[in-house]
């Protein structure tokens, strides 16, 4: 059972999602449906009910999986791959043109995401479970010319699902 702390930590990551996003030129996939619908979930097998923190490693490999998900998805203006990667709920929120939509300003200025597969990241919160199954991590790759700031979350559903994420570029470099 989800108390109302970890209700309010999950409302306060996307609070924090939407407000990376207004920051300045930020993209994020946000939605407010978390849980797919009844008949996903009864097809679902049953897992723990808290997942734990993936290894070092693992976290590592799921943040940079993204972070060139959404670099091919700019490159060749096809988000289905993106949407496709993502969580029931993900899904349901954001078709392959809304990504396009919430992408667009990193892709008309030509921001390179590639650089960020190759650079370890700055945790501003290393990867945390914020609800049972639901996984945070945040911070940024400090590169330059702009440095590459993200908040994202991941389900589990038999695996870590993307869930909601915030990419930013950050001139001058963190």
């Not at 199954?133 to 010319?145: A, I």
């Not at 038999?158 to 963190?174: M, N, T, Y």
Request: hydrophobic content about 50%.
């Amino acid at each position: 059972m989800v108390n109302r702390g970890e209700r309010r930590t999950v409302a306060a990551v996307r609070l924090a999602c939407a407000l990376l996003a207004a920051a300045g030129p930020a993209q994020a996939a946000l939605g407010q449906a978390r849980s797919p619908p009844a008949s996903a979930q009864a097809a679902r097998p049953p897992a723990a009910a808290n997942q734990p923190v993936p290894d070092p490693l693992t976290s590592l490999k799921m943040l940079w999986s993204v972070m060139a998900a959404v670099d091919h998805a700019n490159r060749t203006g096809n988000y289905s791959v993106l949407r496709d990667l993502g969580s029931a709920g993900f899904q349901s929120r954001n078709n392959p043109a809304n990504l396009a939509a919430i992408f667009a300003g990193l892709r008309d200025r030509n921001v390179d995401l590639s650089n960020t597969l190759v650079v370890t990241p700055a945790w501003e919160i290393a990867p945390t479970m914020v609800q049972p199954r639901t996984l945070r991590m945040r911070g940024s790759f400090p590169l330059r010319p702009a440095a590459i700031a993200f908040d994202l979350l991941f389900t589990w559903d038999g695996g870590w699902r993307l869930d909601a994420i915030a990419v930013q570029a950050v001139p001058g470099g963190r």
